[in-house]
């Protein structure tokens, strides 16, 4: 028996039979390699493996503690909540690509050099993107284009940084980056903050994750991201500037999300929010910050991920995802309704569900450090997110105006898969500690006190009475938000513009010059050349010949075959010689 099995090459190379298969076959097998994953995962030891050399570095496939084991756990457990949510589809090329993208997430989680690390990497981005181009459509297309090009460059970043880092310290090993950020740390955190969807870097998120199709969009959602926050616990613990970096985010996603019409928008931008608690618990660095920051990742994949299933199941049945078309839906979808709000009690840090012991606990490591103003932001940022998420968006996405949509509940394996992640969000916030013992350092808090349920329940209350009090005020309106994905776009149109314009216009007069003025004087003196070539140095050269030609034919002639020639002809070429040099002698 080994000791070690990488999940991740179990969904890699499990993704080679699907399309092969068919029907009931296919739904088995595709369950069965996250239930594998699972196990694997569960019985696997702490350790190097995979252990090599490579261009002169130390390589190691697989390094497994409790950080790579706890963010292995929810991986798997996602990917098999997802290919349930998925059974419905019939095409397998989604399938396929989840499966490369969630083994592509785990080999980044197991990945114990850099080396290794960047290629899972270029895995998730590749994957992924085929999960919005799968979307079909030319919104999707523009999306899946734009993703891939802002997280190529992503990786350029990265790899500069890798590569600069390794010559500086003559190790690839990933782990906790020392000696401050210089060029190369700087270039290797970029390449990181910009898959945890950092502002000003974030826009990609908010751009691609609406076009995704509707299971693609739940798979991207609890991956990229959190594989993000990973790398950054991993190697930037204590970094200063990911608190203040992880308290805007914070606010920036709350803030956008106001102005959302959009329902997978909308969650989206959540998506920033949550994440910048990670950040900023990463960035805190005490060993309560970093355990929050962790276990509000594993909370987090599964709660917004219900929440992704939920709105792609309206979608779903409805095809409209614009707030201001939807309404009415709690009659015709109630299974739909109860199971989002689990997730929506989640996210919103509700006592007795996930979000509510864990996100406290980076709140708590905050107050701890003595940084008021970092627990201010994140207590407005969590009462804004149950303001939009718990709020605003099933209001109007289930109640609000009726539209007349004809609705159903979805298929059952979305449902079952809802409802897995449901029963989890609820487990999490009932039995902390299971989760607790997951973290990679020993845990010394305790989310259910008095204090802390009544300070909860207290900014939760006021703001659902905020929200009766100005429900008018909040209702969404059908318009564009305006993202640093504009300057992008812009850039974009900016730059075609000149190549349309100004430099093609360019080109034509140069063009132009060169066919009027300049061809036809080369070609004059391309003539010129030619007739020299033809009447000077041929006939020169000609001439030279013929005339080593006839003086040869007169040599031939003294070849007599008689020796008396011969004589004469020798004792002539000595008198000739005399003759020159006693001419050169004088």
Same mark, same amino acid.
């Given at each position: 028996?080994?000791?070690?099995?990488?999940?991740?090459?179990?969904?890699?190379?499990?993704?080679?039979?699907?399309?092969?298969?068919?029907?009931?076959?296919?739904?088995?097998?595709?369950?069965?390699?996250?239930?594998?994953?699972?196990?694997?995962?569960?019985?696997?030891?702490?350790?190097?493996?995979?252990?090599?050399?490579?261009?002169?570095?130390?390589?190691?496939?697989?390094?497994?503690?409790?950080?790579?084991?706890?963010?292995?756990?929810?991986?798997?457990?996602?990917?098999?909540?997802?290919?349930?949510?998925?059974?419905?589809?019939?095409?397998?090329?989604?399938?396929?690509?989840?499966?490369?993208?969630?083994?592509?997430?785990?080999?980044?989680?197991?990945?114990?050099?850099?080396?290794?690390?960047?290629?899972?990497?270029?895995?998730?981005?590749?994957?992924?993107?085929?999960?919005?181009?799968?979307?079909?459509?030319?919104?999707?297309?523009?999306?899946?284009?734009?993703?891939?090009?802002?997280?190529?460059?992503?990786?350029?970043?990265?790899?500069?940084?890798?590569?600069?880092?390794?010559?500086?310290?003559?190790?690839?090993?990933?782990?906790?980056?020392?000696?401050?950020?210089?060029?190369?740390?700087?270039?290797?955190?970029?390449?990181?903050?910009?898959?945890?969807?950092?502002?000003?870097?974030?826009?990609?998120?908010?751009?691609?994750?609406?076009?995704?199709?509707?299971?693609?969009?739940?798979?991207?959602?609890?991956?990229?991201?959190? %594989?993000?926050?990973? =790398?950054? &616990?991993? @190697?930037?613990?204590?970094?200063?500037? +990911? *608190?203040? $970096?992880?308290?805007? !985010? /914070?606010?920036?996603?709350?803030?956008?999300?106001?102005?959302?019409?959009?329902?997978?928008?909308?969650?989206?931008?959540?998506?920033?929010?949550?994440?910048?608690?990670?950040?900023?618990?990463?960035?805190?660095?005490?060993?309560?910050?970093?355990?929050?920051?962790?276990?509000?990742?594993?909370?987090?994949?599964?709660?917004?991920?219900?929440?992704?299933?939920?709105?792609?199941?309206?979608?779903?049945?409805?095809?409209?995802?614009?707030?201001?078309?939807?309404?009415?839906?709690?009659?015709?979808?109630?299974?739909?309704?109860?199971?989002?709000?689990?997730?929506?009690?989640?996210?919103?840090?509700?006592?007795?569900?996930?979000?509510?012991? %864990?996100?406290?606990? =980076?709140? &708590?490591? @905050?107050?701890?450090?003595?940084?008021? +103003? *970092?627990? $201010?932001?994140?207590? !407005? /940022?969590?009462?804004?997110?149950?303001?939009?998420?718990?709020?605003?968006?099933?209001?109007?996405?289930?109640?609000?105006?009726?539209?007349?949509?004809?609705?159903?509940?979805?298929?059952?394996?979305?449902?079952?898969?809802?409802?897995?992640?449901?029963?989890?969000?609820?487990?999490?916030?009932?039995?902390?500690?299971?989760?607790?013992?997951?973290?990679?350092?020993?845990?010394?808090?305790?989310?259910?006190?008095?204090?802390?349920?009544?300070?909860?329940?207290?900014?939760?209350?006021?703001?659902?009475?905020?929200?009766?009090?100005?429900?008018?005020?909040?209702?969404?309106?059908?318009?564009?938000?305006?993202?640093?994905?504009?300057?992008?776009?812009?850039?974009?149109?900016?730059?075609?513009?000149?190549?349309?314009?100004?430099?093609?216009?360019?080109?034509?007069?140069?063009?132009?010059?060169?066919?009027?003025?300049?061809?036809?004087?080369?070609?004059?003196?391309?003539?010129?050349?030619?007739?020299?070539?033809?009447?000077?140095?041929?006939?020169?050269?000609?001439?030279?010949?013929?005339?080593?030609?006839?003086?040869?034919?007169?040599?031939?002639?003294?070849?007599?075959?008689?020796?008396?020639?011969?004589?004469?002809?020798?004792?002539?070429?000595?008198?000739?010689?005399?003759?020159?040099?006693?001419?050169?002698?004088?």
């Amino acid at each position: 028996m080994t000791d070690f099995v990488h999940p991740g090459l179990l969904f890699i190379l499990g993704a080679l039979p699907i399309p092969l298969l068919n029907g009931s076959v296919r739904k088995a097998y595709v369950l069965l390699i996250p239930t594998l994953a699972i196990l694997a995962v569960l019985t696997m030891h702490p350790g190097g493996y995979g252990a090599a050399r490579f261009i002169g570095q130390e390589i190691i496939v697989a390094k497994v503690d409790k950080l790579s084991v706890l963010f292995a756990t929810v991986f798997s457990i996602m990917a098999l909540i997802g290919m349930v949510y998925a059974l419905h589809l019939t095409h397998a090329g989604q399938h396929v690509a989840a499966f490369i993208y969630v083994g592509s997430a785990l080999g980044v989680v197991f990945a114990g050099d850099y080396l290794t690390l960047f290629l899972f990497w270029e895995g998730m981005t590749f994957a992924s993107a085929y999960l919005v181009f799968a979307q079909r459509g030319e919104q999707a297309f523009g999306a899946g284009f734009r993703y891939l090009m802002v997280h190529i460059t992503g990786s350029v970043a990265l790899l500069g940084g890798i590569i600069l880092h390794g010559v500086a310290t003559g190790s690839l090993l990933f782990g906790p980056i020392e000696g401050g950020l210089g060029f190369a740390t700087c270039l290797i955190l970029v390449g990181f903050l910009l898959n945890a969807a950092v502002p000003p870097l974030n826009a990609w998120l908010t751009d691609a994750y609406p076009e995704a199709t509707v299971t693609g969009a739940v798979f991207m959602s609890a991956f990229t991201t959190k %594989t993000a926050v990973y =790398v950054l &616990a991993r @190697a930037f613990p204590g970094t200063d500037l +990911l *608190v203040w $970096l992880g308290t805007v !985010m /914070a606010l920036y996603g709350v803030i956008y999300a106001v102005l959302e019409n959009d329902c997978r928008r909308l969650l989206a931008y959540h998506i920033v929010s949550q994440v910048g608690y990670m950040v900023a618990g990463i960035g805190i660095g005490t060993e309560m910050a970093v355990n929050g920051a962790v276990s509000h990742a594993f909370a987090h994949i599964l709660y917004k991920a219900l929440l992704f299933m939920g709105a792609g199941a309206v979608i779903h049945v409805t095809g409209r995802r614009k707030l201001t078309e939807l309404g009415g839906l709690y009659k015709t979808m109630p299974v739909t309704l109860a199971l989002y709000m689990v997730g929506a009690f989640a996210i919103s840090a509700f006592p007795f569900f996930s979000g509510f012991v %864990t996100k406290s606990m =980076v709140v &708590a490591a @905050a107050g701890q450090d003595h940084r008021a +103003l *970092v627990v $201010l932001a994140l207590t !407005m /940022a969590s009462s804004g997110t149950f303001l939009h998420t718990g709020l605003k968006l099933p209001y109007y996405m289930f109640f609000g105006t009726d539209h007349g949509l004809e609705a159903r509940e979805p298929p059952r394996n979305m449902l079952v898969a809802m409802g897995i992640a449901a029963v989890l969000c609820i487990a999490i916030g009932v039995f902390p500690q299971t989760l607790y013992a997951l973290l990679p350092h020993p845990v010394d808090f305790q989310p259910y006190t008095a204090v802390h349920v009544t300070e909860s329940l207290g900014v939760l209350m006021f703001t659902a009475l905020g929200f009766v009090m100005f429900l008018r005020a909040l209702d969404p309106e059908n318009t564009i938000s305006i993202d640093t994905d504009w300057f992008y776009r812009m850039g974009a149109r900016r730059f075609m513009w000149l190549a349309e314009k100004p430099l093609a216009r360019y080109e034509k007069a140069v063009s132009d010059v060169s066919e009027t003025a300049a061809l036809p004087f080369l070609h004059g003196l391309a003539r010129a050349g030619l007739r020299i070539d033809l009447h000077g140095v041929d006939a020169f050269v000609n001439g030279v010949a013929r005339a080593i030609l006839l003086g040869g034919g007169k040599l031939r002639r003294l070849q007599s075959g008689v020796v008396t020639h011969y004589a004469l002809a020798m004792i002539a070429g000595v008198i000739a010689a005399i003759a020159v040099f006693a001419v050169a002698w004088r």
